[in-house]
Nanobody
């Protein structure tokens, strides 16, 4: 099972970016998918997650600016980031709570994508 994240980059404050993360491999089902971010010297923090049923949860710092969505048929999760701020600068990681066809359940992580917001 592999998670491939994409969509990061450099943007000015107030701008937008859309991150994508596609899961591939021997996947029977996916429960939750989420986005985390990490800056050097700090712990990785939850940005947002979405359940297989479509329920969402956001960190207070991104509420009203970021929107998480998913395409279950494509095993893909998206993060639309609007009104970006310099403090959103971080490496963004996606993860997924996966059940394989062998019945194994585990959390898989993507490789991370850099988001840099200039002031």
């Amino acid at each position: 099972v592999q998670l491939q994240a994409s969509g990061g980059g450099l943007v000015q404050a107030g701008g937008s970016l859309r991150l994508s993360c596609a899961a591939s491999g021997s996947i029977f089902s996916i429960n939750d998918m989420g986005w985390y971010r990490q800056v050097p010297g700090k712990q990785r923090e939850l940005v947002a997650y979405i359940t297989s049923g479509g329920s969402t949860n956001y960190a207070d710092s991104v509420k009203g600016r970021f929107t998480i969505s998913s395409d279950n048929a494509k095993n893909t999760v998206y993060l639309q980031m609007n009104i970006l701020k310099p403090e959103d600068t971080a490496v963004y990681y996606c993860n997924a709570d996966i059940v394989t066809y062998m019945g194994v359940r585990f959390v898989s992580w993507g490789q991370g994508t850099q988001v840099t917001v200039s002031s």
